[in-house]
């Protein structure tokens, strides 16, 4: 069995570790830095996104006060518990309560709506989910022009 020399050993190791380090952080800078995502603070429950979500659904789906009002609440619940989950340490646990509150509030919002509003609210979340795709589109073909 041949050795291998303490030098050629420090290399591959440093080199080893190096490669990791600079995986970690590419993995974190491409998912948006400190902010734990790739839509930082202004992401999908950024308040502003929460107000132009709900008025997109009032209008679309021709709620009426009360409804906006429910919905508004429910929302503005979902948030304030968001924060609490974003608080804690990455895992399974939080992607589980993250999930769970996305299904949760959708529920609920889903019980104050009539029928052709629920079939609405799904074609308007369908329409949401292409341009989404279409824009990691385009940031992803433009960045390999780059």
């Not at 570790?17 to 992401?43: C, K, N, Q, S």
């Amino acid at each position: 069995m041949k050795f291998i020399n303490k030098a050629t050993f420090v290399a591959a190791l440093l080199g080893g570790v190096t490669a990791i380090a600079l995986t970690v952080g590419g993995v974190a800078f491409a998912h948006g830095g400190p902010h734990g995502g790739p839509h930082g603070e202004r992401g999908p429950w950024s308040p502003e996104k929460m107000e132009q979500h709900l008025t997109e659904m009032t209008q679309r789906l021709d709620l009426n006060d009360a409804q906006e009002a429910s919905i508004r609440a429910i929302m503005e619940g979902a948030q304030a518990q968001r924060q609490e989950i974003r608080d804690m340490p990455r895992g399974k646990e939080k992607f589980t309560a993250m999930k769970d509150l996305r299904f949760a509030t959708e529920d609920q919002i889903y019980a104050n709506l009539s029928c052709e509003q629920r079939e609405g609210l799904r074609l308007l979340k369908r329409e949401h989910k292409v341009e989404r795709m279409e824009e990691r589109f385009e940031r992803h073909h433009s960045q390999d022009r780059n």
